[in-house]
């Protein structure tokens, strides 16, 4: 393996000054096994031993050739090798949405539980390109990202993720409570008990639901 | 008008001398961590390019240690 030590200097010269950030990290120090394009094949979190670091490294290099046996296959035409390729790339997030979504308009024959999966991905991409384009919590921006999840959840395009699936929710629960759709609001505020149950704040489920009971009662 | 031209003056100077300094030090402080011993140990690159360069010749993954020199 190749050894690589990125130092985040705040040097304003220096290139790749948020280099940790796109590689998933969010602390220091950090480690992770990289491909030769720079991407993310594992992250290291267990013991900072040598036992530790080679297992990391041979989950890595067993998901260098998965990738590069998918990779071959789909050259070669094999249209199943090009769904699994661009699912397992979207998993590891090497690729952006933008470029999943092109990639996916040209695939065929995508099984259902894979464009499910594939739908999820792009979902989550897409929130996650709207989440950080607003401004800190400036309330019209958060109205304008909940009536574009709306908008999503309408199209049958949820996130898979759980910080993007909290996001979407919240941000259509606003949207929501502006536009006095109790409707979506009940599908929303049942969305996040469900995936979150028990860990979600019981103030905050309570004060949700008198403001749905509220609007069911004003209709 | 003399005297707040002149603050205005001095102040932009000690703010450049200022950001002038924090750059240098954040360089300095760079500079030592390259010094750091474990480097030594080792064939690591620093160079971001150079190690995927060096990936994509050899065929060989690239095991990635993110550190910073500007805090300790």
């Known amino acids: 393996m190749v050894l690589f030590c990125h130092i985040t200097s705040q040097v304003p010269t220096d290139p790749y000054q948020n280099l940790l950030e796109e590689k998933g990290g969010n602390g220091f120090p950090f480690l992770a096994v990289l ?113 574009k999840f709306a908008e999503m959840r309408k199209a049958g395009r949820v996130p898979t993720d759980e910080q993007m699936f909290q996001v979407f929710w919240i941000l259509t629960l606003g949207y929501a409570e502006s536009q006095k759709d109790a409707a979506l609001f009940e599908e929303g505020l049942n969305a996040l008990k469900t995936r979150f149950g028990p860990h979600i704040r019981k103030e905050w489920v309570e004060q949700n639901e008198a403001k749905l009971k509220a609007m069911k009662e004003a209709k | 008008m003399i005297r707040a031209g002149t603050g205005a003056l001095v102040g932009a100077l000690l703010l450049t001398l200022s950001a002038t300094s924090w750059a240098q030090s954040m360089e300095e402080k760079r500079d030592h961590k390259l010094q750091s011993e474990f480097l030594k140990k080792a064939a690591w690159f620093t160079d971001y390019d150079k190690a995927r360069a060096e990936a994509k010749k050899t065929g060989k993954v690239i095991f990635a240690y993110f550190t910073r020199s500007y805090a300790p």
């Open chain 1, 35 to 147: 491909d030769a394009e720079g991407g993310v094949l594992a992250q290291h979190d267990g013991a900072r031993s040598a036992a530790a670091f080679e297992a990391t490294v041979t989950k890595a290099q067993a998901t260098a050739k998965e990738l590069d046996e998918l990779r071959k296959k789909a050259d070669g035409g094999d249209e199943a090798a090009k769904i699994d390729l661009l699912l397992r790339q979207c998993e590891l997030g090497h690729v952006k949405p933008d470029q999943a979504k092109a990639r996916l308009a040209e695939l065929k024959n995508v099984p259902k539980e894979k464009q499910a999966k594939l739908d999820g991905f792009l979902a989550n991409g897409e929130v996650m390109q709207v989440a950080q384009s607003m401004d800190g919590k400036d309330p019209q921006k958060m109205l304008e990202a909940g009536k």
